[in-house]
């Protein structure tokens, strides 16, 4: 018995929590029994983990290489946890992030050579690799915009908030161009969703893949 895994990627301001929040309505809707979770995180010592890589200690941001450890281990722990045990139950597994935003973060814009990232990358999965990946992209100033009305809604500044949401529309550039070019590297894997449009059309063409796959 076997689940489905599917992993939602996408650049900072992408739209990824209100894609997620409409997924599960509609699976919750059809019958479908799903696990979600997230990245980096996942499992108690995960998201110790988590806390760490986005709130390091002041004066000391870690390294992209660092990043890539850091995240390395909790994916490690996730993939033994929880990711694999559902998955074996025939459960849908639905995380927000996964190896994809370490190859696009600290790989194409933290400088990571290619080399040591994928070897990180394939021994912390231990085999387990997404059935289907979407990324959300939309251009770098529909993505800003959606960061800076994230932060005024939490009553936060942007240097308070996401250390990445500060970043200017060169690194959102990056970002895109970073998945986009994940598409291009593994087409039967990774499907790329207009996010520039509205949450219920992103669903919509979600949705529509997945039933053309026969997942749904």
């Known amino acids: 018995m076997s689940g489905l895994f599917l992993t939602i990627e996408g650049g900072e301001g992408a739209g990824k ?9 509609v699976l919750t809707t059809r019958g479908k029994a ?3 979770t997230r990245e980096p995180g996942g499992t108690p010592l995960a998201d ?6 986005l709130d390091p200690p002041e004066g000391d941001s870690p390294t992209a290489l660092t990043e890539l450890f850091l995240v390395s281990a909790a994916r490690s722990q ?3 946890q929880k990711i694999k045990p559902a998955l074996a139950q025939g459960l849908w597994v639905l995380c927000d992030r996964f190896y994809d935003s370490s190859r ?3 790989g ?7 080399s040591v990232l994928e070897t990180l990358l394939t021994t912390s999965v231990q085999g387990c690799h997404p059935d289907l990946s979407f990324v959300l992209d939309c251009p770098p100033e529909i993505s800003m915009a959606r960061v800076r009305q994230r932060a005024a809604a939490n009553g936060l500044s942007m240097d308070k908030s996401n250390r990445y949401d500060g970043g200017n529309t060169a690194m959102h550039e990056r970002l ?6 994940l598409a291009r590297r593994f087409p039967d894997r990774v499907q790329v969703l207009d996010a ?3 949450p219920e059309q992103v669903l919509s063409e979600a949705l529509l893949v997945l039933e053309k796959r026969g997942y749904l």
């Open 78 to 80: 996730h993939v033994s």
């Open 34 to 36: 799903f696990v979600l």
């Open 17 to 25: 929590s209100l894609f997620l929040k409409g997924l599960t309505q």
């Open 48 to 53: 110790q983990i988590r806390s760490l890589f």
């Open 108 to 114: 194409s814009l933290g400088g990571v050579e290619t």
């Open 176 to 181: 895109r161009a970073g998945y986009l070019d």
């Open 104 to 106: 696009v973060y600290q």
């Open 196 to 198: 520039a449009t509205t």
